[in-house]
């Protein structure tokens, strides 16, 4: 059984069909990367996964439980779905500690010091101890990402889904962000990543799913979209002939 089951998943945004019936299935320690272009329904997938957007019909299990339920504890589901924003989302006014510690004592109930020791684990973990003091403005954007990353992973969840991770970023941090999400992923933690960027998709999937029009149209290996999908749209949004000779 698949840790996230996707099935026949609509939303609609008045006459707009953001999603027209995608199905997807991510297992647990998963890296599973989708792609497509803009307004294909990308940001909107995920949004539905933790309940953030509510989908129109459809559903969406976790662990063979469905998540629309209407007894569903929404807060709680969030734990185990972690969110990593694409523009980070920290508060400003809180240290990157504080902004960690501060889900683990309002959501988790532990006590200060347990969360400050949970916090400054996962800081560690992605070498932002360091800046454990400082406050958004004082970060770049890659340490901003990582205090997201710590604050999303702090509450142990079963997967962390991740919106556009480098669009905020300097193009010469994509390597590094590439190299976070491997050892991530070597560390079993299971990730589902929405990215328009190629060189990102290269270095972390070993395929990609491409949707387009609210639907997934495919999913293969990049080398496979580029040069041998039936789709000439697909081929193309893959770079066609110099994506295959640079893969």
């Not at 996964?49 to 063979?64: A, H, Q, W, Y």
């Not at 050892?183 to 328009?196: A, D, G, K, P, Q």
């Amino acid at each position: 059984m698949a840790l996230i089951e996707i099935r026949n998943l609509h939303k609609t945004f008045g006459t707009h069909h953001a999603l027209a019936g995608i199905n997807l299935e991510v297992e647990e320690f998963d890296l599973k990367v989708v792609m497509g272009p803009s307004g294909c329904g990308k940001s909107t997938l995920l949004r539905c996964l933790n309940r953030l957007v509510e989908p129109t019909s459809g559903d969406i299990r976790f662990r063979g439980e469905s998540t629309l339920a209407a007894s569903v504890d929404v807060r709680k589901l969030r734990q185990s779905i972690g969110f990593v924003f694409q523009q980070f989302a920290l508060y400003r006014h809180l240290t990157a500690l504080e902004n960690v510690t501060l889900g683990l004592r309002k959501l988790r109930g532990l006590s200060k010091a347990e969360s400050r020791d949970k916090a400054l684990f996962e800081l560690n973990r992605l070498d932002m101890a360091p800046h454990k003091d400082k406050y958004p403005a004082q970060l770049s954007g890659g340490q901003k990402q990582r205090v997201a990353i710590a604050r999303a992973l702090a509450m142990d969840p079963a997967v962390v889904l991740f919106d556009e991770p480098t669009s905020a970023l300097d193009p010469l941090m994509v390597r590094e962000v590439a190299e976070l999400f491997n050892r991530l992923r070597r560390e079993n933690v299971t990730m589902l990543c929405v990215t328009h960027d190629l060189t990102l998709a290269r270095q972390i999937a070993d395929s990609v799913v491409f949707l387009d029009e609210g639907v997934v149209k495919a999913e293969n290996s990049i080398a496979h979209m580029v040069s041998e999908h039936a789709e000439v749209q697909v081929r193309n949004f893959f770079g066609g002939d110099d994506m295959a000779q640079s893969t």
